[in-house]
T-cell receptor, first 112, second 116 residues
Framework: DAKTTQPNSMESNEEEPVHLPCNHS???????IHWYRQLPSQGPEYVIH???SNVNNRMASLAIAEDRKSSTLILHRATLRDAAVYYC?????????????FGSGTKLNVKP | DAGVIQSPRHEVTEMGQEVTLRCKPI?????LFWYRQTMMRGLELLIY????????DSGMPEDRFSAKMPNASFSTLKIQPSEPRDSAVYFC??????????????FGEGSRLTVL
């Protein structure tokens, strides 16, 4: 199974952009890249996903490297509510259709 | 709309006792997942159902764990007998058919289990 590597923690100032990196050098052609976040004492929450092209939604943007070996989740203006653990997950679309392997994630601290 | 509802939110029990965790998925969702989260192992998928049928239970730790989904609106995860190492937060998640392609799972708030 392809694995992801994320920094253990990052810090940001409120109302500034945040770039959360994820390395996935063994990604296969059928792997989708998903991002989830988990606020304190809550269940994980879907943020965004993509395959090859950059993606935007109301929560964030996902920038995928051309070789797909890395990706970056971009929060355009961090708020205190964005303090959470962010998980970068690869999902084999074909064989492990619904298996999500959550790693240890990146704990984001947002300073006021 | 109500999200995924789990009960109990907190459970403290003694080793050897039976524990039953309950989950009500979002109405209309076809897939249901049970996850376990610990500090040591992070989030692990235990089992998932499609249209009430268990599809993959390879993550279930051992025979002490069992999960059922008698109908589309209810699922249980049972541990019998419970052991201290089962202490964790257990999450239930659901998704509609579309979500199986987008990967968008909807998680409940979890059941925190402590086995003394």
């Amino acid at each position: 199974d392809a694995k992801t590597t994320q920094p253990n923690s990052m810090e940001s100032n409120e109302e500034e952009p945040v770039h959360l990196p994820c390395n996935h050098s063994t990604i296969s052609g059928t792997d989708y890249i998903h991002w989830y976040r988990q606020l304190p004492s809550q269940g994980p929450e879907y943020v965004i996903h993509g395959l090859t092209s950059n993606v935007n939604n109301r929560m964030a943007s996902l920038a995928i490297a051309e070789d797909r070996k890395s990706s970056t989740l971009i929060l355009h203006r961090a708020t205190l509510r964005d303090a959470a653990v962010y998980y970068c997950i690869l999902r084999d679309h074909v064989y492990n259709f619904n298996k999500f392997y959550f790693g240890s994630g990146t704990k984001l601290n947002v300073k006021p | 709309d109500a999200g995924v509802i789990q009960s109990p939110r907190h459970e403290v029990t003694e080793m050897g006792q039976e524990v039953t965790l309950r989950c009500k998925p979002i109405s209309g969702h076809d897939y249901l997942f049970w996850y376990r989260q610990t500090m040591m192992r992070g989030l692990e998928l235990l089992i998932y159902f499609n249209n009430n049928v268990p599809i993959d239970d390879s993550g279930m730790p051992e025979d002490r764990f069992s999960a059922k989904m008698p109908n589309a609106s209810f699922s249980t995860l049972k541990i019998q007998p419970s052991e201290p190492r089962d202490s964790a937060v257990y999450f239930c998640a659901s998704t509609p058919v579309r979500g199986a392609y987008t990967g968008e799972l909807f998680f409940g708030e979890g059941s925190r289990l402590t086995v003394l």
